[in-house]
């Protein structure tokens, strides 16, 4: 039996081509699988970042006690408190000016002379006037001196029955009329005397003196212009004369803050010619009544002058500077006080549920429910409580540029929230979760500061 022979089984060896393939195949079913990975987990964190709830960011504050000055801020201009204008009583060419702008004059020192050349007629007329009902008043009483003789030989005669009633009362009419004549020539005298007088009281205001102490402010003419009297139409102002030992300030103050301001309230006045510098000084005058602009548009503006004496005027001041003055009105020590910022308002209404009827009725109604018990908007602050926004109802007094004072619904040291302004007002409610952090304004300040 002869043997057959079997031929020896090689293992298998694969082509470096065939294992490059399967370690690509590895790599991409690793990457999917990485991918998976990533894409779970998003998905898992998108779904508990939304279950958690949005945390505002604010800026708070401690409440504290304060001293609290609550003040009225006004613009005007300064002016003298003392100013008196001059203007010329008749009409007539300007002959002499001695003094200009800026000049000081005296009580009694003479600023203005005015042409007399046209009373010097007026002067004539009026003397002969006089001297003819001098004359007629001579005449009238010879002529009585006459008729009293007549009458008195008359009334001897008709004692004696030698003359009959009718001469009597002939002789008695001619004496009553020409003493009549006699109180008529008076009246006359005496209404020419009156005439002189008033031409000479208007020749002496062609001179016009100074009537106070001061300085001559404003001139506006000049030797040999014309100026109009006072007596028919408003007249010429030639000058003004102030006394600048004495400034005040007038300053405008609106309707809705001039019953805060009162007498003696002290001011704090800034004079943009001296912008270094803080006068003093303190209400000593409130018009009663107003000064009103654009009356009858919507622009329209109601204010009433108020006067501010300065007193601690040690520099010069001149009419006409431009000011602005912090008048004083109220100050309140060691009050409880918080940002003004932190104070906003809330509108609530009373209104309950639909009522019944149609759709459009039950709008109808609720908007008109809303509208009839709509609520006065309510103070409130935001107060921090275990980090979460609480809304607080205040009741609040005077305030100042930065603080205002809260007589109700606060208490000392609660932490009060002063910032974001849009936080404040818009997206904080009662009960909000919030996340504190002071450190922003603090960044701000020191980018602003450049340090």
Same mark, same amino acid.
């Given at each position: 039996?002869?043997?057959?022979?079997?031929?020896?089984?090689?293992?298998?060896?694969?082509?470096?081509?065939?294992?490059?393939?399967?370690?690509? &195949?590895?790599?991409?079913?690793?990457?999917? $699988?990485?991918?998976?990975?990533?894409?779970?987990?998003?998905?898992?964190?998108?779904?508990?970042?939304? &279950?958690?709830?949005?945390?505002?960011?604010?800026?708070?504050?401690?409440?504290?006690?304060?001293?609290?000055?609550?003040?009225?801020?006004?613009?005007?201009?300064?002016?003298?408190?003392?100013?008196?204008?001059?203007?010329?009583?008749?009409?007539?060419?300007?002959?002499?000016?001695?003094?200009?702008?800026?000049? !000081?004059?005296?009580?009694?020192?003479?600023?203005?002379?005015?042409?007399?050349?046209?009373?010097?007629?007026?002067?004539?007329?009026?003397?002969?006037?006089?001297?003819?009902?001098?004359?007629?008043?001579?005449?009238?009483?010879?002529?009585?001196?006459?008729?009293?003789?007549?009458?008195?030989?008359?009334?001897?005669?008709?004692?004696?029955?030698?003359?009959?009633?009718?001469?009597?009362?002939?002789?008695?009419?001619?004496? %009553?009329?020409?003493?009549?004549?006699?109180?008529?020539?008076?009246?006359?005298?005496?209404?020419?005397?009156?005439?002189?007088?008033?031409?000479?009281?208007?020749?002496?205001?062609? @001179? $016009?003196?100074?009537?106070?102490?001061?300085?001559?402010?404003?001139?506006?003419?000049?030797?040999?212009?014309?100026?109009?009297?006072?007596?028919?139409?408003?007249?010429?102002?030639?000058?003004?004369?102030?006394?600048?030992?004495?400034?005040?300030?007038?300053?405008?103050?609106?309707?809705?803050?001039?019953?805060?301001?009162?007498?003696?309230?002290?001011?704090?006045?800034?004079?943009?010619?001296?912008?270094?510098?803080?006068?003093?000084?303190?209400?000593?005058?409130?018009?009663?009544?107003?000064?009103?602009? +654009?009356?009858?548009?919507?622009?329209?503006?109601?204010?009433?002058?108020?006067?501010?004496?300065?007193?601690?005027?040690?520099?010069?001041?001149?009419?006409?500077?431009?000011?602005?003055?912090?008048? !004083?009105?109220?100050?309140?020590?060691?009050?409880?006080?918080?940002?003004?910022?932190?104070?906003?308002?809330?509108?609530? #209404?009373?209104?309950?549920?639909?009522?019944?009827?149609? %759709?459009? !009725?039950?709008?109808?109604?609720?908007? !008109?429910?809303?509208?009839?018990? =709509?609520?006065?908007?309510?103070?409130?602050?935001?107060?921090?409580?275990?980090?979460?926004?609480?809304? @607080?109802?205040?009741?609040? +007094?005077?305030?100042?540029?930065?603080?205002?004072?809260?007589?109700?619904?606060?208490?000392?040291?609660?932490?009060?929230?002063?910032?974001? #302004? =849009?936080?404040?007002?818009?997206?904080?409610?009662?009960?909000?979760?919030?996340?504190?952090?002071?450190?922003?304004?603090?960044?701000? #300040? &020191?980018?602003?500061? +450049?340090?």
């Amino acid at each position: 039996m002869s043997e057959t022979s079997t031929p020896l089984q090689t293992p298998s060896v694969q082509s470096p081509v065939n294992m490059k393939k399967k370690k690509k &195949k590895s790599r991409k079913k690793l990457l999917w $699988i990485l991918g998976l990975l990533l894409a779970a987990i998003i998905v898992i964190a998108v779904v508990i970042s939304s &279950k958690k709830e949005n945390l505002i960011t604010v800026q708070t504050e401690k409440i504290k006690t304060r001293n609290i000055t609550q003040i009225v801020t006004a613009t005007g201009k300064i002016q003298s408190e003392t100013e008196v204008n001059i203007s010329a009583e008749i009409s007539g060419e300007i002959v002499s000016l001695p003094f200009k702008e800026g000049d !000081e004059v005296n009580k009694g020192d003479l600023l203005v002379k005015i042409k007399q050349d046209a009373f010097a007629p007026q002067l004539l007329e009026q003397n002969a006037a006089i001297k003819v009902a001098e004359s007629n008043l001579k005449t009238s009483e010879v002529n009585l001196r006459k008729f009293e003789l007549e009458l008195q030989r008359i009334k001897e005669l008709y004692n004696k029955g030698l003359a009959s009633q009718s001469d009597l009362d002939n002789a008695q009419l001619n004496y %009553d009329q020409t003493l009549a004549q006699i109180n008529t020539n008076s009246a006359q005298i005496n209404q020419q005397r009156t005439g002189m007088s008033k031409i000479k009281y208007d020749i002496s205001k062609t @001179t $016009i003196y100074s009537p106070i102490n001061g300085t001559v402010t404003q001139l506006n003419n000049e030797t040999g212009e014309k100026v109009l009297g006072t007596i028919s139409n408003q007249g010429s102002q030639i000058m003004t004369i102030s006394d600048l030992s004495k400034m005040e300030c007038q300053v405008e103050v609106g309707e809705t803050d001039v019953t805060l301001v009162n007498i003696g309230d002290t001011a704090k006045i800034q004079i943009d010619a001296f912008p270094d510098k803080i006068f003093t000084g303190y209400v000593y005058e409130i018009a009663n009544t107003a000064k009103s602009k +654009g009356i009858g548009t919507q622009d329209e503006v109601v204010n009433f002058v108020v006067k501010i004496r300065v007193i601690n005027n040690d520099v010069e001041l001149r009419p006409g500077m431009s000011c602005t003055v912090d008048i !004083e009105v109220e100050k309140k020590m060691n009050v409880l006080s918080v940002p003004i910022q932190s104070v906003t308002t809330r509108e609530e #209404f009373k209104g309950n549920g639909m009522s019944e009827g149609s %759709d459009n !009725e039950n709008l109808k109604r609720e908007s !008109e429910e809303k509208q009839s018990k =709509k609520i006065k908007p309510k103070e409130v602050v935001f107060i921090i409580d275990n980090n979460s926004a609480k809304k @607080t109802e205040i009741k609040t +007094g005077i305030s100042d540029d930065s603080y205002i004072e809260v007589t109700e619904g606060v208490k000392e040291d609660q932490e009060v929230v002063k910032g974001t #302004f =849009k936080a404040i007002n818009k997206e904080l409610e009662d009960g909000s979760k919030v996340k504190v952090d002071n450190e922003i304004k603090k960044k701000n #300040f &020191k980018t602003d500061d +450049g340090n």
